[in-house]
């Protein structure tokens, strides 16, 4: 019976490191970025009507953020990069345990052709820039200028999205993952 309650009190830990779900700080989080009526999603134009459908393509959506000095930069404006996008908190624990490998993945980069977003979804600027100096990253932090648009209403953070050259999403991970594997290292080359 000990063997079993304990396994099942384990197995619920390792749940909660996966992703944070911390309601309190969402409702935080949402009245100082509520989600806009936005959508990303496009179909590519077919040429008969004869044609398969094809499926949506999600587009990196138009969004407006602010660097740690707080100057303004559009999202949009990385086009021609591959770009990851990581929605984060420090005061989430799987954010903060994921970041050392999205560091990793970071340094093994060419930053000429791909850019990090690391989006602060933290009630204070000062929160994340915080952590970032204490844990030694030299990733650029954004945080959120407006409204966060569809595509990252998400229901856990951390929340990761990689976009392609031309804006397309290629790639989204709701939850922890290990970014310092080969498998991203060559998402990002090719």
């Known amino acids: 019976m000990k063997l079993n309650t304990i396994i099942l009190m384990m197995g619920l830990g390792m749940g909660t490191l996966a992703a944070c779900k911390n309601e309190e700080k969402q409702d935080t989080a949402d009245s100082a970025a509520p989600v806009a ?3 990303a999603a496009v179909a590519p134009n077919v040429e008969t009507s004869t044609a398969p459908a094809t499926p949506s393509v999600s587009l990196m959506p138009a969004f407006k953020m602010s660097d ?29 345990a994921e970041m050392p490998s999205i560091q990793r993945l970071y340094k093994k980069t060419d930053k000429a052709k791909v ?15 915080g952590f970032k100096k204490k844990q030694n990253l030299n990733m650029p932090i954004f945080f959120p200028g407006e409204q966060l648009p569809l595509l990252f209403n998400v229901q856990a953070i951390p929340s990761t999205f990689i976009f392609n050259e ?10 922890m993952d290990d970014y310092d594997t080969q498998e991203y290292v060559d998402l990002l080359k090719g």
């Open 68 to 96: 740690e000095k707080g100057q303004p930069v559009t999202l949009e404006s990385l086009k021609g990069k591959k770009v990851v996008v990581n929605i984060w908190a420090s005061w989430c624990p799987p954010c903060r």
């Open 166 to 175: 031309k804006g397309e999403l290629i790639k989204k991970m709701e939850g």
């Open 37 to 39: 009526a936005d959508t």
């Open 115 to 129: 850019a990090f977003v690391l989006l602060s979804v933290d009630d204070r600027m000062e929160d994340a820039a």
